[in-house]
């Protein structure tokens, strides 16, 4: 059940935050660092990709894979929060604390936890427990 609730969670952060790429693309394009071209149409594919992510952890044939693309996806918008949080750029029209900007890139790693944790429904792992022996080696 924990499970299901975390997974409706992630899925609520990447639906609402792909909607607002739609709806506040030019605040979003703000946080793009400025050596990547295109802002504009980066902050739309990013916002599809997110809608995407969505639909594929709500269905389970597609869940695990969605969870490992979902993953890899947070650690290449990465950058973009470090950017923010280096130079201050504001969102939505007010300047953010500090403290928050720089908060968001740990929580970034929460998320991913979250994520795969909450992806794996059907009893396989995606992190391993360490069992402290080493199997197959001769």
């Known amino acids: 059940m924990l499970k299901v609730v975390i997974r409706l969670l992630v ?7 792909g909607i607002a790429h739609f709806v ?4 979003f394009a703000g946080i793009v660092p400025p050596f990547l071209p295109g802002p504009v ?4 594919v990013t916002g599809i990709l997110e809608l995407a992510l969505v639909l594929g952890i709500l269905i389970p044939s597609s869940r695990l894979l969605a969870g490992k693309f ?6 290449l918008v990465l950058p ?10 504001p969102i939505f029209g007010s300047p ?10 740990p929580l970034q790693f929460v998320l991913i936890v979250a994520i795969l944790w ?3 429904s059907n009893g396989r792992t995606l992190i391993q ?5 080493v199997q197959g080696l001769n």
């Open 118 to 120: 909450s992806a794996d």
């Open 96 to 105: 953010v604390a500090p403290e928050l900007l720089w908060l968001r890139i």
């Open 70 to 75: 979902a993953a890899i996806y947070c650690l």
């Open 80 to 89: 973009a929060n470090i950017y923010q949080a280096l130079n201050d750029v």
């Open 41 to 44: 149409a980066i902050v739309w």
């Open 11 to 17: 899925c609520g952060v990447f639906f609402f935050g």
């Open 129 to 133: 427990k360490s069992t402290g022996s």
């Open 24 to 27: 506040h693309t030019d605040d």
